[in-house]
């Protein structure tokens, strides 16, 4: 699973560049957590948040025979979700897996979400940097040839689909031709055919979209984040926009806790204090790739979740929504906490 790695730094009033610390995704924020308490303790499933239960779900399901991602990704997917706009490539596979997994019904479904990419060697052989569907399996070729991510787009009721590039959707489009829209039932979502040929919904009021702009001071990177759907003048069709004065160009600032963007010709602002999960404020991102762009996330946590995960005994310690927290595997129902290496880093999970 890919991490977004999104680090953010806080800040009061700004108009650029500057600020704060919001761990934005799955490197400085995330869902909120449970915690059993220093040393364990848990006392039982039915006391975890329902977001840390259903991240050791998965994760215990995924270690038997799969890859376990770590409790810190998957209680940073909340936030990271908000940027599917955005991203592209392995990473938003990865967000739509994550997705599959957090549906499935039971592990035979959360297993089945990303298959084996040792399997899909032929497929990648002479496609190097491509993304494809191999049956309505979507897969991620890298560089050289060989397969670096899939998803089994049947696993979570959709088709692999491939136009500019592929993905998993459900109501195919042609993306040289079809028009986005307004949805007729809901004012602030989008709907627009993606590169890969099938309709997408985008929720105005929580998703980012992002610009590079090269100027004299060099390349600039701005999030947009509108507020409803509707025509977008600086795309010169339907978009996310604000809902307030008009701007001219691309822009984005914190005003204490609510982030302000030019979006399509009238600026947005977003307070983000008064989403969820709780505990979000404006800042900037330090890292990855959405570096320099404005976004809501966590602010001054004490720990970030691109940080390594650890087991002491039977419990597993981790980083919950900024904050240190442990819990008792035992306790939870599962045999004991258990470590794996992934994508650089120390994961823990709940044994099965």
């Known amino acids: 699973m890919m991490l977004l790695g999104l680090s953010l730094l806080a800040c009061g009033d700004d108009d650029g560049k500057g600020g704060g610390e919001p761990g934005g995704t799955s490197s400085g924020a995330g869902g909120g957590g449970g915690s059993g308490g220093e ?15 259903a991240c050791l779900r998965i994760n215990a399901c995924d270690a038997d025979g799969g890859a376990p991602v770590g409790l810190q990704a998957c209680l940073g997917h909340e936030l990271d979700q908000r940027w599917a706009w955005a991203t592209t490539g ?31 060697g032929a497929a990648c052989s002479e496609r190097a940097g491509a993304d494809l569907c191999e049956g309505d399996t979507w897969v ?13 787009c049947a696993a979570a009721g959709l088709s692999c689909m491939s136009d500019f590039n592929a993905g998993c959707g459900a109501e195919p489009c042609d993306y040289a031709t079809t028009q986005a829209a307004c949805d007729p039932e809901d004012a602030d979502v989008l709907v627009e055919c993606s590169p890969a040929g099938f309709l997408t919904r985008v929720h105005c009021p929580s998703q980012y979209n992002l610009v590079h702009v090269n100027g004299r001071e060099g390349e600039q990177v701005f999030s947009i984040a509108g507020e409803t759907c509707g ?59 959405f570096a320099g762009a404005a976004s809501c996330g ?14 002491d005994g039977a419990v597993l310690r981790y980083c919950s929504w900024g904050e240190p927290a442990a819990l008792d595997c035992r306790a939870a129902g599962y045999t004991g906490c258990a470590t794996a290496e992934q994508g650089g880093r120390t994961v823990a999970y709940c044994a099965p």
């Open 39 to 53: 040393g364990g303790g848990g006392g039982g499933p039915a006391e975890l948040d329902p977001r840390v239960e």
């Open 140 to 152: 991620i070729c890298d560089d050289l040839g060989a397969p670096l991510a899939a998803m089994d």
């Open 90 to 120: 392995a990473r938003r596979l990865g967000l739509a897996a994550m997705d599959c997994k957090l549906a499935a019904d039971d592990c035979a479904g959360v297993r089945a979400c990303t298959p084996a990419v040792e399997e899909l």
């Open 298 to 311: 966590l602010v001054g946590g004490a720990c970030d979740l691109g940080s390594d995960e650890a087991c």
């Open 231 to 289: 025509f977008d003048e600086q795309r010169g069709a339907l978009g996310c926009v604000g809902t307030g004065e008009a701007c001219s160009f691309f822009s984005q600032r914190c005003d204490g806790a609510v982030l302000e963007t030019c979006a399509g010709g009238k600026l947005g602002r977003r307070d983000c204090a008064a989403l969820e999960p709780a505990g979000q404020g404006c800042g900037f991102v330090q890292s990855g790739p």
